[in-house]
């Protein structure tokens, strides 16, 4: 695995910024950006320079710890006042992956628990607290990955959604984890690797990804899916995930329903992947999953040497949507693969 797909997202060596590798230029560029300013976090995660639930989950948390580095030299009302300001600026960046409001509730729930410690005191402690989140992330792919590899056999063919690959995480990633260590002990798979309209992130990502590390994949609009499971080339569908509802409920890229859908039709396993801190179970159902939209600019122009539709026609982007728990064969954790029914296999993880 080349070596920056593991340390794309980091803390400064001054400790007081965050250096992302800018993922809107792969694949033609491996360019990293220097993040100091609140707004720039902000904006690198809400214009997916920085982008997947796990990966947005450590970059926030490391963002905060950045930023209560640069102001440890507040008076401590100051700076827990500042504190809780910058986490609902970073907070606000996307609203569906769970893990940004994971990461930055958790370095809160600590800021507060030390009570009338310096800020200085709080801001070391916050850093330990996004490494360790960033530490755990690295187990927690490894964990899924020999979790979901017992879901494969040498040769199988797997269609993809989206990018849940190393650059969405820490390492190995969730959907891609299993395929990638698999591959790393010699096994053979097929990936179909869905582009991912309008952001492109299977192909620029996902297609990217396999290739540098060796795995046989084939890139396909999203609507050549059912082509692929109708001449029986996949044996199972691995997809990540944004937000689990407490029902099983799962929101992830825009499209991964409709994969679902066609997986029924066809009688191929339908598998979500992802850790723990991305399954919310203050959400019922997927009705409660809130839904970024986003620049309707992103299906009319972006990535075409001209507008391919009408200046002003009306778009309709969605960046999420949910997939009913009725279709999901099993949620793979890093605590092991759960299976319906999931309002008592998914509490069962918190027990
Ligand atoms: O908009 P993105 O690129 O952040 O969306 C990413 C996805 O939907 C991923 O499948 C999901 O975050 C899981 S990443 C392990």
């Not at 099983?248 to 991964?256: P, S, Y």
């Not at 959400?283 to 200046?311: H, N, V, W």
Request: a negative charge; hydrophobic letters at 40%.
């Amino acid at each position: 695995m080349p070596e920056y797909l593991s340390g794309h997202v980091h803390l400064g060596d001054d400790l007081t910024s965050v250096v992302i590798l800018d993922q809107t230029l792969l694949p033609s560029r491996a360019e990293y950006l220097t993040l100091r300013a609140p707004e720039e976090m902000a904006e690198a995660i809400r214009l997916l320079r920085v982008r997947g639930a796990p990966a947005i989950g450590i970059c926030a948390g490391y963002c905060l710890a950045a930023l209560a580095e640069q102001r440890k030299a507040l008076p401590p009302d100051q700076f827990r006042v500042e504190l809780h300001r910058l986490a609902q600026c970073l907070g606000s960046a996307r609203p569906t992956a769970v893990n940004l409001s994971w990461a930055l509730n958790r370095l809160g729930l600590l800021a507060h628990a030390m009570g009338a410690a310096s800020p200085a005191q709080i801001a070391a402690a916050l850093r330990e607290e996004a490494l360790s989140i960033h530490r755990e992330d690295i187990a927690m792919c490894r964990a899924i990955s020999e979790h979901g590899l017992t879901l494969l056999k040498d040769g199988d063919g797997v269609l993809t959604h989206c990018n849940a690959g190393p650059l969405a995480t820490s390492q190995y990633g969730t959907a891609l984890g299993p395929i990638l260590l698999g591959h790393e002990r010699g096994m053979n798979f097929r990936v179909f690797a869905d582009e991912t309209r309008p952001l492109l992130q299977g192909a620029r990502l996902t297609a990217y990804e396999l290739d540098q590390a060796g795995v046989d994949v084939t890139l396909i609009c999203d609507n050549m899916a059912s082509m692929v499971m109708k001449n029986g080339w996949v044996s199972a569908c691995f997809v990540g995930c944004d937000r689990v509802a407490a029902n099983g409920d799962t929101a992830n890229k825009i499209g991964t329903s409709g994969v679902a859908i066609l997986a029924r039709h066809y009688g191929i396993p339908f598998y979500v992947l992802g850790p723990t801190s991305t399954i919310d179970l203050g959400c019922p159902t997927g009705d409660d999953i809130p839904i970024e939209l986003r620049d309707p600019e992103e299906i009319r122009s972006k990535f075409y040497a001209q507008p391919m539709a009408p200046a002003g026609v009306k778009c309709y982007n969605p960046a999420f949507d949910v997939t009913d728990h009725s279709l999901i064969s099993g949620i793979v954790t890093e605590k092991g693969i759960c299976r319906p029914p999931y309002r008592q296999s998914l509490a069962a993880l918190f027990q």
